[in-house]
T-cell receptor, first 114, second 115 residues
Framework: GNSVTQMEGPVTLSEEAFLTINCTYT??????LFWYVQYPGEGLQLLLK?????DKGSNKGFEATYRKETTSFHLEKGSVQVSDSAVYFC?????????????FGTGTLLAVQP | NAGVTQTPKFQVLKTGQSMTLQCAQD?????MYWYRQDPGMGLRLIYY???????DKGEVPNGYNVSRLNKREFSLRLESAAPSQTSVYFC??????????????FGNGTRLTVT
């Protein structure tokens, strides 16, 4: 079936450190891939997305590249800030005209210390 | 600019009690969803409504019912609450049911505890 696997957290970094959060997926067809972010006490917000192989999604300094050959969509940021502390969810939606349902990973908590 | 509004924010129930979680969106979206979030499990889809007048089961529908009251509102009902339903519940909406590029917009969640 379709699934998303994320690295377990928490990930603790100092401000200005480089961030990578790993995400791999299993899916039939050609899924779209997403990263959502959840700040404390809030709902999830779309951070970035990529809809086909080799696409790079980017937003707020975060980037992720859709790698079909390794079935991965790792999230990266060159220099994290304290305000980036949140839970990050990788998600997929499979293609082929399926109804608009997202399959989420378990989430990775990022804590950035000043 | 309300987006997706959920009520209540917090609720404590005793086993066997019933309640309805309310959700409304003001973005004229066609599709609406109910997810539950549990530690180590991520978000799991309970029910969804691809468009007004339709509802379908997600991954974990047992113990829940839904009503798509109109285009704006999608409620989730627990008829007889169980401790296993202790969770944070999120409502979400999206513009199109069949476009996989259409992002989901989430409410801020309802934290439910069943004792």
């Amino acid at each position: 079936g379709n699934s998303v696997t994320q690295m377990e957290g928490p990930v603790t970094l100092s401000e200005e450190a480089f961030l990578t959060i790993n995400c791999t997926y299993t899916a039939t067809g050609y899924p779209s891939l997403f990263w959502y972010v959840q700040y404390p006490g809030e709902g999830l917000q779309l951070l970035l997305k990529a809809t086909k192989a080799d696409d790079k999604g980017s937003n707020k300094g975060f980037e992720a590249t859709y790698r079909k050959e390794t079935t991965s969509f790792h999230l990266e940021k060159g220099s994290v800030q304290v305000s980036d502390s949140a839970v990050y969810f990788c998600a997929l939606r499979r293609g082929g005209g399926a109804t608009n349902k997202l399959i989420f990973g378990t989430g990775t908590l990022l804590a950035v210390q000043p | 600019n309300a987006g997706v509004t959920q009520t209540p924010k917090f609720q404590v129930l005793k086993t066997g009690q019933s309640m309805t979680l309310q959700c409304a969106q003001d973005m004229n979206h066609n599709s609406m969803y109910w997810y539950r979030q549990d530690p180590g499990m991520g978000l799991r889809l309970i029910y969804y409504s691809a468009s007004e007048g339709t509802t379908d089961k997600g991954e974990v529908p047992n113990g829940y019912n839904v009503s798509r009251l109109n285009k704006r509102e999608f409620s989730l009902r627990l008829e007889s609450a169980a401790p296993s339903q202790t969770s944070v519940y999120f409502c979400a909406s999206s513009e199109l049911p069949s476009s996989y590029n259409s992002p989901l917009h989430f409410g801020n969640g309802t934290r439910l505890t069943v004792t």
